[in-house]
């Protein structure tokens, strides 16, 4: 019998469903259907973020599916260009504005910007404004190195909830997760069955994840997809994921993740495929360019 994965207790006692769906370069037009199918398929948790530009879609879907606000853990991101305590208020706004919500269960900052730290702080400083007066019911980061983490945390009254980075077989960041749990942050998988590995428009051609040969042997002898595998590592290793899909049988299959279980000696090969070779952009050399990007406000304006 596979052993069941719980939801996941943040380190402020909230609980969060391990997998969601996360949108990440999912076009608008696309979003609301996927996010109705998912939510109609079992799933409970939404990830987005403004700068993907579909937060008003992610809305939709959840209107149009028909499950409660209240059954469904949304979780949203502050971009760079609304870093500041006023503006980062401001930031939340916007966000439920465009996802027709009055709370988040998750507002994190998307990234560190170590070259304007100062403003990274005072966005985490709003976050914490925002948990008190009982706007959002977790706060968190997303790409925080281990020297990004410990220098929020001499000046945060809060730890951070969750941790969200790239995260796959190929690139485990295991200095980061050692961190996280240090300080009992939950570390959560962007880009967990190495979707990054293949995408379009990043330079180089990849190795696919998904088309990694011992992956393929795991999944064959579960009758499982490598999707599935790669998500069920996550998860019995304790961390959130959020895959992304538009095509409604792969958001039904990767759902499915939580009825295979993998073994020890399973676990140890899928950690040993580690390459140490980063997917998406380097945390720690931010583009100026990522603050000219200028999130639209939301319909209440």
Do not use: C
């Not at 959002?136 to 980075?165: C, K, T, Y």
């Amino acid at each position: 019998m596979t052993a069941p994965i719980p939801d996941l207790v943040l380190n402020n006692g909230v609980t969060m469903p391990p997998i969601g769906l996360g949108v990440f370069q999912s076009p608008p037009e696309e979003t609301a259907a996927a996010v109705d199918t998912a939510l109609r398929a079992g799933y409970r948790h939404i990830d987005t973020a403004a700068a993907y530009g579909n937060e008003r879609e992610v809305g939709e879907g959840l209107r149009r599916s028909g499950v409660a606000r209240e059954d469904v853990f949304l979780e949203t991101k502050v971009w760079v260009s609304d870093y500041g305590y006023d503006q980062t208020l401001h930031a939340f706004d916007k966000a439920t504005g465009k996802l027709g919500v009055e709370t988040l269960d998750l507002l994190i900052l998307h990234q560190p910007i170590p070259t304007r730290f100062e403003r990274t702080r005072e966005a985490y400083r709003a976050l914490e404004t925002l948990l008190a007066d009982g706007k959002v019911r977790a706060i968190g980061v997303s790409n925080f190195m281990p020297g990004h983490l410990d220098a929020l945390l001499e000046q945060a009254s809060v730890v951070p909830a969750v941790n969200q980075v790239e995260l796959h077989p190929y690139f485990q960041q295991a200095d980061v997760q050692a961190k996280d749990a240090e300080h009992g942050v939950l570390t959560q998988a962007w880009s967990p069955i190495g979707g990054i590995t293949f995408y379009p428009g990043w330079g180089e051609a990849r190795r696919s994840v998904l088309e990694d040969p011992t992956i393929g042997e795991i999944a064959a002898a579960h009758g499982a997809t490598p999707a599935q595998v790669m998500l069920r590592w996550h998860l019995q290793q304790g961390r959130s994921a959020i895959p992304k899909s538009v095509t409604p049988s792969r958001i039904r299959e990767n759902l499915e993740a939580l009825e295979v279980e993998l073994d020890e000696q399973e676990l140890a090969r899928l950690d040993a495929l580690e390459t140490g070779v980063r997917g998406g952009p380097d945390p720690e050399t931010p583009s100026d360019a990522y603050f000219d990007m200028v999130i639209p406000e939301g319909p209440e304006a």
